[in-house]
């Protein structure tokens, strides 16, 4: 029974580790999401005050085109980060389920053993009032 404990704890822990990517992903993807908005206002704030909006125009702001270009890779490693985030909720579900079985083996175990305890329980109390009638003589 020791092991089946030590397994359960152990499954549990990895549930919480892929609770925590799973997090930590939803995090970064937020952050990345709020720089990337951020960087958007700066960019109309650039625009605007050169007054100049086509990054093709060759007076175009220098930190605007810097601040496109960053953009850019904040949504592209954002896209990378979803697809990771489907990965790490796939392997929580799974880790999951896997806590589970071990859990519905246990309860199962322990219920089997509660009917063996009981069921010796019932025999010895059987035992005992048989002892008990043979002992008084069967008087009727």
Do not use: C, W
């Not at 499954?11 to 908005?37: N, S």
């Not at 007054?51 to 990378?80: M, V």
């Amino acid at each position: 029974m020791k092991s089946r404990e030590t397994l359960i704890r152990l499954k549990k822990f990895q549930v919480d580790e892929k609770r925590r990517k799973v997090a930590q992903i939803e995090a970064m993807i937020a952050e990345f999401d709020r720089i990337a908005t951020e960087l958007d206002r700066e960019i109309k704030v650039e625009q605007d005050r050169a007054g100049i909006h086509d990054p093709a125009h060759f007076a175009y702001p220098t930190y605007a085109k810097a601040a496109i270009t960053r953009r850019e890779n904040l949504r592209r490693s954002t896209g990378e980060l979803k697809a990771q985030l489907d990965d790490a909720q796939a392997a929580l579900g799974e880790a999951f389920e896997e806590l589970k079985k071990v859990e519905m083996l246990d309860e199962r175990d322990q219920a089997r053993e509660k009917a063996e305890a009981s069921a010796r329980e019932q025999a010895e109390l059987d035992r005992i009032a048989a002892i008990r009638y043979s002992a008084s003589g069967a008087r009727v």
